[in-house]
C-alpha cells in the first residue's frame, strides 16, 4: 500500500484524533448527540502517531528504522501531504460544483447528473470518497460547501418571486 493509502487508512480507524485533527465543531457534535472532540496535545503529536502507522512499515528501511526510532522526523512531512490532499480535493469539487456542495458520496452517486463524474473523480483521486466523508461540509476543507439546506432550489424561488 502507498503511505497515502496508509495515511487515509489510519485516519479511518482513528476517528476521535481524526475529529480533532480536521476541526471537530460543536455544530456537528450537537448534530449527531455526542461531545466534541477537544484538541488536548496539539495536532504534532497526532502527526507522530500517524507517522508510526504510515513508515513503520515502509518499503524503505531507513524511513521504518527512523519511524520506530524518531517518528517526529515525518510530521511535516505528514503535514503538507494532508495539504497537497486537501488542495487536490479542493480542485476535484470544482468539477461538481454547487451541484455537489455538501452532499454526501451517496446521494452523489445515487444523481445521474454527478455519478459520471464521480468516476471521473475517484478514478483520478481515489482518496476523495473518504476525504468528502469527513471534510464535505467544512469549509475551511471545501470552500464549494455552503451553510445553505442542499435542497434548497434557490433558482425555482427566484422565478416564484
Known amino acids: 500500500a502507498s503511505r ?17 485533527l480536521f476541526s471537530d465543531s460543536t455544530q456537528d ?7 466534541k472532540q477537544q ?3 496539539g495536532k504534532n503529536q497526532i502527526y507522530i502517531e500517524m507517522a508510526k502507522a ?5 518499503e524503505t528501511d531507513e524511513f521504518r ?7 517526529g522526523v515525518f510530521a511535516s512531512s505528514i503535514r503538507s501531504r494532508l ?4 488542495t487536490k ?10 451541484t455537489g456542495a455538501g452532499r454526501t458520496y451517496e446521494d452523489l452517486l445515487s444523481n445521474e447528473k454527478t455519478k459520471n463524474i464521480l468516476a471521473a473523480i475517484t478514478k483520478d483521486f481515489p482518496w476523495w470518497a473518504d476525504l468528502h466523508g469527513w471534510w464535505r461540509t467544512n469549509p475551511a476543507y471545501n470552500n ?7 435542497g434548497q432550489d434557490f433558482s425555482a424561488r427566484a422565478v416564484e418571486l
Open 54 to 58: 504510515i513508515f513503520l512499515h515502509d
Open 144 to 150: 464549494t460547501f455552503s451553510a445553505a439546506d442542499v
Open 39 to 41: 484538541l488536548r496535545h
Open 29 to 35: 457534535a450537537q448534530e449527531e448527540g455526542r461531545s
Open 89 to 98: 480535493y479542493r480542485k476535484q469539487n470544482t468539477l461538481l460544483g454547487q
Open 4 to 20: 497515502t493509502d496508509r495515511l487515509i487508512e489510519w485516519c479511518r480507524t482513528h476517528e476521535g484524533e481524526r475529529k480533532k
Open 65 to 71: 528504522a527512523l519511524a520506530a526510532t524518531n517518528p
Open 83 to 86: 495539504d497537497v490532499l486537501k
